[in-house]
T-cell receptor, first 116, second 115 residues
Framework: KAGVTQTPRYLIKTRGQQVTLSCSPISGHRSVSWYQQTPGQGLQFLFEYFSETQRNKGNFPGRFSGRQFSNSRSEMNVSTLELGDSALYLC???????????????FGPGTRLTVL | AQSVSQHNHHVILSEAASLELGCNYSYGGTVNLFWYVQYPGQHLQLLLKYFSGDPLVKGIKGFEAEFIKSKFSFNLRKPSVQWSDTAEYFCAVNARTTGRRALTFGSGTRLQVQP
């Protein structure tokens, strides 16, 4: 079974631009979560989507948004980019059944975003 | 809110040495516990996980971890490390509550194994 895939793998943008990152979950997984990884802040949760609805959100400004499609693929958008948004953005998927409190998140390779 | 502490930020060991990485968490309810590993240039991979039952869990590549509820700890161990274990190790928890599956990660421990 193919793992979580993320595109693009690398991205360079300038301040003020906006960017869209894409994530395809493992087949059969309906939940997709996004995390930001930086040397200073470590791994931080951005948001989670399930059945095209945002189910959980971390402490990030409204410039960070996302969506999920009917095939469970997800996109994350960052508007008005700032230098501090430079990070590795990780997508993770899990089966997502509400009754299963023990399902595990599997991570993709990430998108390395550099903001100049 | 949950929090996770990994007190060892950088560990340097020689091959065949034993490893123990500390992880303590703070949360008032029942949690699931995980260790993830990130090899250089690779993505986060699940090393092992604890949900319930035997507090000593075994993972891939000879790693194991012990959940000690009274100490809110989930330390990672390996009896004999190899050069290929050089990586960054992250402890993570999530609440076993419907709708709160976001992982809270520790700051990570960079392990360097010298041949």
């Amino acid at each position: 079974k193919a793992g979580v895939t993320q595109t693009p793998r690398y991205l360079i943008k300038t301040r003020g631009q906006q960017v869209t990152l894409s994530c395809s979950p493992i087949s059969g997984h309906r939940s997709v979560s996004w995390y930001q990884q930086t040397p200073g802040q470590g791994l931080q949760f951005l948001f989670e989507y399930f059945s095209e609805t945002q189910r959980n959100k971390g402490n990030f400004p409204g410039r960070f948004s996302g969506r999920q499609f009917s095939n469970s693929r997800s996109e994350m958008n960052v508007s008005t980019l700032e230098l501090g948004d430079s990070a590795l953005y990780l997508c993770a998927s899990r089966v997502g059944l509400a009754t299963d409190r023990t399902d595990t998140q599997y991570f993709g390779p990430g998108t390395r975003l550099t903001v100049l | 809110a949950q929090s996770v502490s990994q007190h060892n930020h950088h560990v340097i060991l020689s091959e065949a040495a034993s490893l123990e990485l500390g992880c303590n968490y703070s949360y008032g309810g029942t949690v699931n516990l995980f260790w993830y590993v990130q090899y250089p240039g690779q993505h986060l991979q699940l090393l092992l996980k604890y949900f319930s039952g035997d507090p000593l869990v075994k993972g891939i590549k000879g790693f194991e971890a012990e959940f000690i509820k009274s100490k809110f700890s989930f330390n990672l161990r390996k009896p004999s490390v190899q050069w290929s274990d050089t990586a960054e190790y992250f402890c993570a928890v999530n609440a076993r509550t419907t709708g709160r599956r976001a992982l809270t990660f520790g700051s990570g421990t960079r392990l360097q194994v010298q041949p």
